[in-house]
């Protein structure tokens, strides 16, 4: 019997927990010496009864939190709200995460006094930075089909009270940047390396490397390129190039394969594509003149001299006079040419300012990783304006010469009449005496 009984209660107060809950289920406070604040938590009765309900605090930062209310009553089915203040101290000697759990009790109205502690169901976290340079981080990554690129995705959290500059690897470890460039047949080609020793170990022999493969068939390797050895002590950079002329290679497109040798142990690899030929874009046709006044339109026609495909090409243009730019730059849209194609770029300039005469238009026309000028000559034209008066004028013009054809026509038809009339009364005079 007793151990029914003890059984019964346990229902009831199981029962009772499950029928209550916490908003929100964790606190954070950052902690700042003699700070002060104040924290909401809110109590959800769940239940079909009125209840009275209470908050504890517990754990060694929960001396300095206090609850504003020493209980509240919460109707079914509402909700209570509990103010938590909290003044800090000068100093906490644990560094990291400090947790005051928060434990609710609950006392039915109904029951008369029954009350029960639930589990602990909220906390509050104090975030106290370490008193030296300290991280902490979140490392995620996850399975991928063959072919597929592998994450490893770091987040990471300075929570120390001294700044972090940089985080050397425990062993020798290298970072690098990599550049280049399509070029024209017979220009050289620079293979430009950045390096910088992350680790904590120095390296005595660094060396760039530099595979070249044809764009169309990866198997086909054109060229392998080395670049001189040197050391590279801990925590320093340095940069180094490759050169190479591109007629040792000749025109056509490339894969470039990039890495780092530096004590036996090779790099990551880096991947470019570059293009060796006669890439040009040509000017073939323009706007030659143009009338003076607001904003205006010039025509560019532009050629792709390539063989192949140009992307991205638009013009920076401005107007020139003695070689000293006198409106602002204005960038054309963007166009992409095909293989030979000639493509008509409009360029938009504010000639608002502009008196009638002679101007160089000089465009910067931008195309792959190239920037070519071109300077052609233009007119502006001096704009015609008419007033209202010399409207009035031409109408006047008109209206006289008008009036002048009118009254010529109508005296010359008379003329004619006059002239018919006569040769009829001639006529008949002449009749009249050939027949006496």
Known sequence: MKWGGLFLLLVILTTSVSAIGISPDRLQVEYEPLSEGELVVYIINTENENINSSLTLEGELAKYFSIKQESIAISSLGTGIFNIEYRLPAKIDTPGLNNVLLKVKK????????????????KIVVDVPYPYKYLEYDFETKSVNEGDE????????????????????????????????????????????NIRSKGVKNIFDVVSKVDIYDAYDLDNLVLEL??????????????????????????????????????????????????????????????????????????????????????????????????????????????????????????????????????TLVMDIHYSDFVKQEKVEIMIEEKLEISMGMIVAIVLIVLVFLNIVWITVQVERRNKGKGRKATEEGLSYLSGKLGK
């Open 107 to 122: 006392n039915s109205f109904v029951s008369k006094g029954l009350g029960a502690y639930l589990s602990v169901l909220s």
């Open 150 to 193: 592998i994450s490893f995705d770091f987040n990471i959290r300075s929570k120390g009270v001294k700044n972090i500059f940089d985080v050397p690897y425990p062993y020798k470890y290298l970072e690098y940047d990599f550049e280049t460039k399509s070029v024209n047949e017979g220009d050289e080609i620079s293979f430009d390396f």
């Open 226 to 359: 080395e670049g001189d050895k040197f050391p590279l002590v801990s925590g320093r950079s340095r940069s180094t190039k490759i050169e190479l002329n591109s007629t040792e290679i000749g025109i056509g497109d490339y894969f470039i394969d990039a890495y780092l040798i530096y004590d036996g142990v090779r790099s990551k690899h880096v991947n470019k594509s570059i293009s060796v030929g006669y890439e040009d874009v040509d000017v073939l046709n323009h706007t030659k003149s143009i009338v003076g006044g607001g904003i205006k339109k010039f025509s560019v026609l532009l050629k792709n001299r390539w063989n192949h495909d140009v992307s991205k090409v638009y013009i920076e243009s401005y107007l020139s006079r003695d070689n000293v730019p006198i409106t602002e730059r204005s960038v054309s849209h963007t166009v992409d040419m095909r293989a030979l194609e000639e493509v008509n770029v409009p360029v938009y300039l504010d000639v608002s300012e502009l008196v009638s005469g002679s101007y």
